[in-house]
């Protein structure tokens, strides 16, 4: 489907998935990972994609420009283990067609 975006996961075991997400049913990444059962459940999205844990952290390998990080993102990045300058939430990062060829790293389970 045309809606759909090329992405790649690294999963926290260190496996690469290259995956098809949706565009068309205003999804994050957390979801997507959820959808897609890259990580076990109950350790991504805790929070439900508020932006109040960091259990969907990531860490953003490719050159995608993403939404400019908001307040509430950036106090919960500030507050988490293993931040690193490329980290973001990712609920925070809503799948679009500009986020087509995104590759991301799941950060540590805390």
């Given at each position: ?46 929070c439900g994609g508020m932006a109040m844990c960091a259990s969907c ?8 420009e993403l939404p400019e990080m908001q307040a509430d993102e950036d ?7 293993y931040v690193k300058e490329n980290s973001r939430l990712g609920c ?19």
């Amino acid at each position: 489907m045309e809606q759909d975006i090329n992405i790649t996961i690294i999963d926290r075991e260190g496996v690469s998935h290259t995956i098809e997400a949706p565009t068309d049913m205003a999804m994050n990444l957390m979801e997507v990972v959820r959808s897609y059962e890259l990580a076990p459940e109950g350790t991504i999205g805790i929070c439900g994609g508020m932006a109040m844990c960091a259990s969907c952290q990531c860490y953003v390998l490719s050159d995608t420009e993403l939404p400019e990080m908001q307040a509430d993102e950036d106090a919960m990045l500030a507050e988490a283990f293993y931040v690193k300058e490329n980290s973001r939430l990712g609920c925070q990062i809503q799948m679009t067609p500009a986020m087509e060829g995104l590759k991301v790293a799941l950060a540590p389970e805390s």
